[in-house]
Nanobody
């Protein structure tokens, strides 16, 4: 079974940057796309970005386009989310998960094998 561990969260001032990591273990050849999601207090979980394991196609939510960059290192079975120009509204727990179809098709549905999340707090 696939397992994901997120790391890299923390407290950052508005305008700052953080890089999150999502490390996969288990049957790592079974996943096709990795997605980053976030959930703020009192809000529903939302898709932030995703990347395909093969080919590297990516997708971003409108709210993070131009500020966040997703990348992968298949040799390390790790996906990264570089977050820049952070805003207080980016504060949330960030999760990663996988699905068996390309991330560029459809929305952010169908993901599973959720990690435990990493807290990102943007505050002065």
């Amino acid at each position: 079974q696939l397992q994901f561990v997120e790391s890299g969260g923390g407290l950052v001032q508005p305008g700052g940057s953080l890089r999150l990591s999502c490390a996969a273990s288990g049957f790592t050849t079974d996943y096709y796309a990795i997605g980053w999601f976030r959930q703020a207090p009192g809000k529903e979980r939302e898709g932030v970005s995703c990347i395909n394991r093969s080919g590297g196609a990516t997708k971003y939510a409108d709210s993070v386009k131009g500020r966040f960059t997703i990348s992968r290192d298949n040799a390390k079975n790790t996906v990264y989310l570089q977050m820049s120009s952070l805003k207080p509204e980016d504060t949330a727990v960030y999760y990663c998960a996988t699905r068996a179809v390309s991330c560029i098709y459809g929305g952010f549905g169908g993901y599973r094998y959720w990690g435990q999340g990493t807290q990102v707090t943007v505050s002065s």
